[in-house]
């Protein structure tokens, strides 16, 4: 993890550590109500501006330039 530029090491935690922490119910419900929550927006019954951003790591500096020139239009 990095902030302002200092960096330390974390480990990431298990698969079963998530499982035990976060249900598959919770997180189930979190999906459909983010995107109903997305749905209500793009037919213009909220007035959020939804961002979509991506990609999630950057591995190819270009690539990741190019895409954001896209997302300005």
Known sequence: ?????????????SPASLRQE?????????VQESRRSAER???GGDDRLLVLVGPCSI?????????AEKLKR
Do not use: F, N, T
């Open 22 to 30: 976060i249900s598959s119910e919770e997180a189930a419900a979190v």
């Open 1 to 13: 993890m990095c902030i302002r530029d200092r960096c330390k090491e974390e480990e990431l935690p």
């Open 41 to 43: 927006i793009i037919a």
């Open 59 to 67: 591995h190819h500096v270009g690539a990741s330039l190019e895409y």
